[in-house]
Every structure is written in structure tokens, then in C-alpha cells.
């Protein structure tokens, strides 16, 4: 089977431009996650699916910061406008919900530049 | 909430001696947690899951045990290997049914020869 698929692998944008980042899950699961990652603050939760349902977005990324998933296997990331501290690595995740307990598969990450 | 600690930052440690990676949880539910290892330039993946009958996981040399009462999952390893080198995050999950995971901030651990 085909692990959590991310495109572009690398991005990068001039400040105020609006960028689309893209996940394909793990065929089956129906829970999908978005994450930022830097050296400082780690992994931080952008937005969480359960079966294309938004369950919890990261209320700190609101505003500039929109998923979507308009089917169960495909989900965007737009960031508009982009920001330089924007700049990190964008991970996408995967995992079949159940009574707890589920592997996330993590994807490749898209690396985001903005100068 | 829940929450997860990773006191370390960063490890280093010399190839063969014993790794201990700390991680300590506060959960109001009996959560299942877990270790994450990223490699450079790779995504995270899996490397041990707590059982819900106390057996303790072990994966490629290394082990975990769920300690209740002092609510920690420590990572350990008897002798560290040069490709042990990598990004080790712990994470639990809450409650009933939720997919979300909850992540520590993550220790970097680096083996020299």
C-alpha cells in the first residue's frame, strides 16, 4: 500500500503570495492530521480531520492558516498570505480511528521557504 | 489537558553506552503512549507503542515501559549505535476514541564514535 504522499516536497514563496500544500492519505484511514514542524517548537497541530469532518484546527493558525478535505483521499493546506516566520516544515498524517491507540503514518513533509 | 514532557533537548552519548530518553505524561485518562524516531531528512515514524496489558514493547533494541504510578514511558536502549542518531519524539493518546496525538517537544539524540 502507498504511505501518506506530500506535494510539493519543497516550496517557496515571496512574503504575501498564497500557497497550497497537498496530502493523499493512507487509502482507508479516515483521520488526517496537518502539522508544522520547527527546531524550536517541534510538532505543533495544525488541523485535524475525522472522515473530511474538521475536528479541531490550531486555534494560533486560524487566520492565516485554512484546510480543507473535500474527499477522503485528498486534503489542501492553504496559507494565505505567507508570512517569512511561516518558514518550517508542513507534515501530513494519517491513521485509521478506532478505540485509540493508532499508528499516525507521517508523510514526507513539504519544506516551506518564505523569503 | 493532557501533556507530555521531554526534559532533554538534546543527548549525546558515545556509541555503546546505554541511551535513556525521559518522558513523562499527565493524562486524566489511561492513554496509550508512544515513540516516534525521525532520521534526518525522513518523516516520523513509529517505533514503540504501549500495550494495554503491561507487556513491555521492544523495536530494534530498544524498549519502553509504561510506569503508571509515576505516569513516565522512558525509552531505553543497552547499547546506542551510531545510526541511533536521530529526533525521538514521545506522544500519548488521550481520551476514548480520539485520534489526536499529543507530542513532547522532542529529543535529539547523537551517538559519536
Known amino acids: 500500500d502507498a504511505g501518506v504522499t506530500q506535494t510539493p516536497r519543497h516550496e517557496v514563496a515571496e512574503k504575501g503570495q498564497t500557497i497550497i500544500l497537498k496530502c493523499e492519505p493512507v487509502s482507508g484511514h479516515n483521520d488526517l492530521f496537518w502539522y508544522r514542524q520547527t527546531k524550536i517548537q517541534g510538532l505543533e497541530l495544525l488541523s485535524y480531520f475525522r472522515s473530511k469532518s474538521l475536528m479541531e484546527d490550531g486555534g494560533a493558525f486560524k487566520d492565516r492558516f485554512k484546510a480543507e478535505m473535500l474527499n477522503s483521499s485528498f486534503s489542501t493546506l492553504k496559507i494565505q498570505p505567507t508570512e517569512p516566520k511561516d518558514s518550517a516544515v508542513y507534515l501530513c498524517?494519517?491513521?485509521?480511528?478506532?478505540?485509540?491507540?493508532?499508528?499516525?503514518?507521517f508523510g514526507p513533509g513539504t519544506r516551506l521557504t518564505v523569503l | 489537558g493532557d501533556s507530555v514532557t521531554q526534559t532533554e533537548g538534546l543527548v549525546t552519548l558515545t556509541e555503546g553506552l546505554p541511551v535513556m530518553l525521559n518522558c513523562t505524561y499527565q493524562?486524566?485518562?489511561?492513554?496509550?503512549l508512544f515513540w516516534y524516531v525521525q532520521h534526518l531528512n525522513e518523516a516520523p515514524k513509529l517505533l514503540l507503542k504501549s500495550f494495554t496489558d503491561n507487556k513491555r514493547p521492544e523495536h530494534q533494541g530498544f524498549h519502553a515501559t509504561l510506569h503508571k504510578s509515576s505516569s513516565s514511558f522512558h525509552l531505553q536502549k543497552s547499547s546506542a549505535q551510531l545510526s541511533d542518531s536521530a529526533l525521538y519524539y514521545c506522544?500519548?493518546?488521550?481520551?476514548?476514541?480520539?485520534?489526536?496525538?499529543?507530542f513532547g517537544q522532542g529529543t535529539k539524540l547523537s551517538i559519536k564514535p
Open positions: 493524562s486524566t485518562y489511561s492513554p496509550f
Open positions: 506522544a500519548l493518546s488521550g481520551s476514548y476514541n480520539q485520534g489526536k496525538l499529543i
Open positions: 498524517a494519517s491513521s485509521f480511528s478506532g478505540t485509540g491507540g493508532n499508528e499516525q503514518y
